[in-house]
């Protein structure tokens, strides 16, 4: 590692994360790495969030608070955080507002960073409620070429991207996108990395060293919700699976996938998903250009019936909780759903909302 310790710029995208924000600002200020600046960008909380990062800002110079006049939508407002990040700057960290990172994330990830200077991204295993993720990469390995990361994650599954909370990026490749982030699609992190890495390594600390915290409403358990890595999986393999694989890796993996989307999505029809669940999947199948085949959706559910009636008594019962759970998950989530999906419902882009963390 050099002599002098590079700058990082953290940012903080905020929406109504009152609850859960000053653990988020206790964990950044309690970083054994101390050469930081911190922006904190709220997009018009209702519940006191801008009040607390205010009081932070107060008592430390680097921590700065920047309120939007306008309501913004999720990726917009995390687009809009990141073109605060300081000129001087030589890393990027976001750490979204409801979740928080250990003392020792910085120093670990920018030690990495700074002794492999073909590194642009660094991941790190993430403690996601109970669960530690993205843990596919053998140990030791602590740098990997981006196109080979990249090929494993297309033909093998080996997810270690994790999320925006759980990476840092050299700050050089923030400021060279006006939009860092595709704010047309839910799995935009994922989609960033697939960008970057045409052209530089991953870095990866064996350590846990962010914390994502699970709770109803927020944005990943409403994406879990409706599967989203389905079509956002689509969408990587359809416009970068060509840069990293072979014409008939390519042609396999985007059969083997779609193969995959369609026998969820039988099961899903079993289970009675509402017609936002539906309706989301069809327009992202026609957005992708793949469309969407009643012919197939047919042959998947009757796939799964038959499957069940191998083994009536376990699959019929499993079949039915679950049908009836989806329903109530469904009846909670629906209109916070579809307004995460699809966008507002009477309501223009200057009021504020009472869902959480679909704006954050």
């Known amino acids: 590692m050099s002599t002098t310790t590079p700058l990082v710029s953290i940012v903080t995208p905020v929406y109504n994360n009152a609850q859960h924000l000053q653990e988020c600002i206790e964990s950044v200020l309690a970083q054994t790495y101390t050469n930081w600046d911190y922006t904190i960008v709220d997009n018009c909380s209702s519940d006191g969030s801008a009040e607390i990062a205010r009081s932070f800002a107060e008592k430390d110079p680097r921590i700065r608070v920047i309120e939007n006049k306008q309501f913004l939508r ?27 990172i250990f003392p020792e994330c910085l120093e670990k990830m920018v030690s990495l ?35 080979e990361i990249c090929r494993e994650h297309l033909l093998r599954d080996l997810f270690v991207f994790g999320s925006a909370n759980s990476v840092l990026y050299r700050a050089d490749l923030v400021r060279g996108r006006d939009l860092f982030y595709n704010e047309a699609h839910m799995n935009a992190d994922d989609e960033v990395c697939f960008e970057l890495l045409k052209d530089c390594d991953f870095g990866f600390v064996h350590q846990v060293l962010t914390f994502t915290r699970v709770r ?15 079509p956002g999986f689509l969408n990587i393999l359809l416009t970068y699976g060509r840069d ?22 039988g099961k899903s029809f079993l289970l009675n998903h ?18 969407f085949s009643r012919l197939r959706l047919l042959k998947a559910t009757l796939q ?18 679950r049908r009836y759970n989806q329903r109530w998950a469904d009846r909670k989530l629906d209109h916070e759903m579809r307004e995460l999906f699809f966008g507002p419902v009477g309501q223009n882009s200057t009021e504020k909302r009472t869902s959480r963390d679909p704006a954050q």
């Open 74 to 100: 999720a990726l917009e407002n995390h687009n809009a955080a990141l073109r605060y990040i300081s000129p001087a700057s030589t890393y990027c960290k976001v750490v979204f507002g409801d979740d928080w």
């Open 304 to 321: 799964t019936l038959f499957g069940a009636l191998l083994n009536p008594k376990d699959s019929i019962a499993r079949l039915l909780k």
């Open 113 to 147: 960073a700074e002794k492999h200077p073909s590194v642009g991204i660094v991941g790190a295993y993430a403690l996601e409620g109970t669960q530690v993720r993205w843990t596919g990469l053998p140990y030791p390995t602590h740098m990997i070429s981006g196109r």
């Open 274 to 291: 509402n017609t936002t669940f539906w309706d989301y999947h069809t327009l992202r199948l026609t957005e992708l250009g793949v469309g």
């Open 216 to 230: 109803p409403g927020s944005m990943s358990a409403m994406s879990g919700n409706m599967q989203t890595s389905f």
């Open 244 to 265: 990293y694989l072979t014409a008939e890796e390519y042609e396999a993996r985007l059969h083997r996938h779609i193969c995959e989307y369609y026998r969820f999505l």
